[in-house]
């Protein structure tokens, strides 16, 4: 009833740009938080950066100052701007949104993941 999907992923080179899209749709009633989340080869998924529906924010240590997480004005989407990108921030980047649904309650929803390539 609720689908994630996120875009913008692709391969870059140190030191550049990327801007990540996801966006929630379906049967939804209200999103509360929606987050961005990374998973590299051989490593456990982590946090990367984390909004709430007022717009309040958490980062991992290792984006701060780096990343920016933003939503839309429907508050069914979230960006990462990723600028200053490092070899180590290669990875499965994910989104996921905390919904409240029309017909299922409070759910979480996670997309099918984009890839992020920092590389030379």
């Known amino acids: 009833q609720v689908q994630v999907e996120e875009s913008g992923g692709g391969l870059v080179q140190p030191g550049g740009s990327l801007r990540l899209s996801c966006a929630a749709s379906?049967?939804?009633?209200?999103?509360?938080?929606m987050g961005w989340y990374r998973q590299a080869p051989g490593k456990q998924r982590e946090l990367v950066a984390r909004i709430a529906r007022d717009d309040s924010t958490n980062y991992a240590d290792s984006v701060k100052g780096r990343f920016t997480i933003s939503r839309g004005n429907a508050k069914n989407t979230a960006y990462l701007q990723m600028n200053s990108l490092k070899p180590e921030d290669t990875a499965v980047y994910y989104c996921n949104a905390d919904v409240l649904t029309t017909t299922l309650g409070r759910r979480t929803f996670w997309g099918q993941g984009t890839q992020v390539t920092v590389s030379s």
């Open positions: 379906g049967n939804i009633a209200s999103i509360n938080n």
